[in-house]
């Protein structure tokens, strides 16, 4: 299924065909190194099912993108239900993991402003989150063209405190 389309782009149901591309995404160091490691391909096997479960338990998760132009799966932009323990959270969480070869085009942007639009009109939702670890700079100028606003700086309680990944950003629609 469908869910968003843009002028370059479509986010869609994960199909069997993403699973080798996601794979080698998240075994790549420079896609990973916002994240406190690189996955396995089960572990990321394993992501993909959490991730449909969530498309068919709440109606919306973290989409599929591909480009229309060529038809290549490019990795997800979309909706998280955050649970960790922070003052903000349970929340609604938008985030996006494109493949290197889709950096600097503008992509994470034009998803994820098509993605809340999609939250707030069709969805319903009242607020929407994003963070990321503080040094990922680039995830953190996207956040601010989509239009939310910085909160705050927290330690992530899923990454250890001595690691450059703890402290991380917090923006708001």
């Known amino acids: 299924m469908n869910y968003i389309e843009t002028e370059r782009l479509i986010l869609r149901d994960w199909l069997e065909s993403d699973r080798g591309v996601f794979q080698k995404m998240n075994a790549d160091p420079e896609v990973m190194r916002y994240f406190?490691?690189?996955?396995?391909?089960?572990?990321?096997?394993?992501?993909?099912?959490?991730?449909?479960r969530e498309l068919k338990e709440s109606g919306f998760g973290l989409y599929a993108?591909?480009?229309?132009?060529?038809?290549?799966?490019?990795?997800?932009?979309g909706f998280h239900k955050a649970s960790f323990k922070a003052s903000f959270t349970p929340c609604i969480e938008i985030g996006w993991r494109l493949n290197k070869t889709a950096w600097g085009k503008g992509y994470a942007t034009e998803g994820a402003k098509a993605c809340l639009?999609?939250?707030?009109?069709?969805?319903?939702?009242?607020?929407?989150?994003?963070?990321?670890?503080?040094?990922?700079?680039?995830?953190?100028?996207?956040?601010?063209?989509?239009?939310?606003?910085y909160v705050a700086t927290f330690d992530h309680p899923s990454v250890a405190k001595e690691s450059h990944l703890s402290k991380h950003v917090l923006y708001k629609t």
């Open 36 to 52: 406190p490691k690189t996955s396995s391909a089960i572990e990321t096997d394993n992501f993909i099912l959490a991730i449909q």
């Open 65 to 77: 993108v591909e480009v229309k132009e060529t038809g290549a799966f490019i990795g997800f932009i």
């Open 117 to 149: 639009q999609y939250g707030f009109e069709i969805l319903g939702f009242k607020e929407v989150y994003s963070f990321t670890a503080a040094v990922n700079t680039s995830s953190e100028n996207v956040m601010r063209k989509i239009g939310l606003q």
